[in-house]
């Protein structure tokens, strides 16, 4: 009786195991930058104080976390060519809510080809509450596992951000599977300026802003830029449930 190593049985009940078939295509992912600025008194930068040193670290970490989600899933970002990445959900498969709760998820997993065993739901904490608070005819909750810190929704693991934007017809539910997505996300890069007059404005959609001489002020501003790109190469990796 001999044997084989792709088989290991006997010769007399040989056959042969089945190959996979490898598909490969080149790519590359230039480099892009994600930034965020935060600003603050002199006095606070100067403070001995230990929490002054923890409330600014915050503000940095915050403003950085919130620059690259809002880059990387928003849906109406498409880049900047040669500076910042388009969003993941840019030009994704797109589903529109019809008020069935249940139908309109099962709608945006029939939409979705990734990976459902590598995939994860996102949205905002907001619309994670409402799905939470979810109840059937009998009052009994519909995703029990879900809340505004995340979760599991149908067993898929839930992420929340307070940067996924929510449009005017409702909140956004985004499935997505990073197994085919590929990044690359470097190492910061902190610098800081005295002299510089920034454009600051509470809603810069709408207002452009009012010129602010850090110098006149005795403000520091704090760059933090981010080295990162990504990109979706598998077609229908991202699916996107509007109007949630």
């Known amino acids: 009786c001999l044997s084989d190593w792709s088989s290991d049985v006997c010769s007399s009940d040989l056959s042969p195991a089945p190959l996979s078939k490898t598909a490969l295509s080149g790519a ?34 915050r403003a950085v976390v919130g620059a690259l989600d809002l880059a990387f899933i928003d849906p109406e970002n ?51 509450t409402r799905l939470a608070l979810a109840t059937d005819a009998g009052g009994r909750y519909l995703f029990p ?33 990073p197994s085919g997505i590929a990044a690359n996300v470097d190492a910061l890069e902190i610098s800081r300026s005295e002299h510089t007059t920034l454009l600051m404005s509470d809603s810069p959609a709408s207002d452009p802003g009012t010129p602010v001489s850090l110098w006149q002020t005795d403000s520091v501003a704090l760059k933090v830029s981010v080295r990162a790109n990504w990109e979706v190469q598998r077609a229908g990796a991202v699916a996107v449930l509007e109007g949630l």
Do not use: C, N, W
Request: proline content about 8%; cysteine-free; hydrophobic content about 45%.
């Open 78 to 128: 498409p880049g900047v060519p040669g500076e910042i990445p388009a969003s993941v959900t840019h030009g994704a498969a797109t589903v529109t809510a019809t008020g069935d709760l249940q139908a309109d998820i099962a709608q945006l997993v029939a939409a979705f080809q990734g990976d459902l065993q590598a995939a994860y739901f996102t949205t905002d904490p907001a619309t994670a």
């Open 28 to 61: 590359t992912l230039e480099p892009r930058r994600v930034a965020a600025i935060v600003v603050t008194t002199k006095e606070a930068l100067d403070s001995q104080d230990p929490l002054a040193e923890v409330t600014l670290q915050g503000d940095l970490e």
């Open 145 to 177: 596992e879900v809340g505004p810190r995340g979760g599991a929704l149908l067993g898929i693991p839930l992420l929340t951000s307070r940067h996924m934007p929510v449009a005017a017809g409702g909140g956004r539910l985004a499935l997505i599977d």
